[in-house]
């Protein structure tokens, strides 16, 4: 008589289908998860789930907006409880302060954090103990020019976490964060040769990191023997965040 092989752990990506999403969702298959790779660009979702599927192990995609939440509430309530929620989809623009209105700031806030609670809740509530948050937040949670709602939706994110990971803890989840710094994805194609030198000139390795290097921090964040961290944020952005300049 054979038994049934358990099942593999499931993980869901919110905009898995490209940039840093997609790598997030590449390296938790490699690793051994079946992903649900959650994008309101449900081609890009497709493709992406069809690419890390493996011969084991068939990922698949939710053609979802998070604004959504009736979808996101039925995505989550009709599957197994998951083992990994990657809060990745964030939404980015740039505004001088003068120029900001308060529209502005309830849309970045509607996606980078109303979102990301919504459905950290719906998912949480199912959850089994040794289950993972991880929220992707930015470096620029420590200021930024140009960018004020962004950062203060960012920095939203880091004090979630930080709350979350409290009320959570006693359920056996923990709740971590990962702060990219700059990274290679099609948002550099769009600044101008002269003001990407001037951003790597700010950081002491001197390079924009690779949307795998924040996969690895969130690989090793929601990996099942992670058991003991829980409310941080970890920046991963090449040391701009060290600050620089003289020693005084
Ligand atoms: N690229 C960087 O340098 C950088 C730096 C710091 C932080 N981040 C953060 O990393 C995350 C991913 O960034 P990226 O550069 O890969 O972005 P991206 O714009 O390349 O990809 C975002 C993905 O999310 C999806 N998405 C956006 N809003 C959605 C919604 N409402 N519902 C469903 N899907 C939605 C998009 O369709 C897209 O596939 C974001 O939270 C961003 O703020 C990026």
Do not use: W
């Not at 938790?28 to 493709?47: K, M, T, W, Y």
């Not at 140009?146 to 920095?155: D, F, T």
């Amino acid at each position: 008589m054979t038994t049934p092989s358990a099942q593999p752990p499931l993980a869901l990506v919110t905009g898995g289908g490209r940039g840093i999403g997609k790598a997030i969702a590449t390296r938790l298959a490699q690793d051994g998860f079946e992903v649900i790779v959650l994008d309101r660009d449900g081609a890009a979702a497709e493709a992406c789930a069809a690419d890390i599927s493996t011969a084991t192990v068939t990922s698949r995609a939710a053609a979802i907006d998070l604004g959504d939440r009736e979808a996101v509430d039925a995505l989550v309530a009709r599957d197994r409880p998951l083992a990994a929620l990657v809060n990745n989809a964030g939404i980015f623009d740039e505004r001088a302060f003068f120029d900001l209105t308060a529209d502005d700031f309830r849309r970045m806030y509607e996606i980078n954090l109303v979102a990301l609670f919504a459905l950290s809740q719906a998912a949480a509530a199912r959850m089994q103990p040794g289950a993972k948050i991880v929220n992707i937040a930015s470096r620029a949670f420590l200021g930024a020019r140009n960018h004020a709602h962004y950062v203060a939706s960012k920095a939203a994110v880091v004090g979630f976490t930080r709350a979350t990971a409290m009320e959570l803890a006693p359920r056996g989840i923990l709740v971590n964060a990962v702060a990219p710094g700059l990274i290679d994805t099609p948002l550099l194609a769009a600044l101008t040769p002269e003001r990407l030198k001037a951003q790597l000139a700010l950081q002491p390795t001197g390079k924009a990191g690779r949307p795998q290097d924040i996969a690895n921090a969130v690989a090793f964040l929601a990996s099942p023997t992670m058991d003991f961290i829980t409310g941080q944020t970890l920046l991963v952005d090449g040391g701009k965040s060290l600050g620089g300049g003289l020693g005084i």
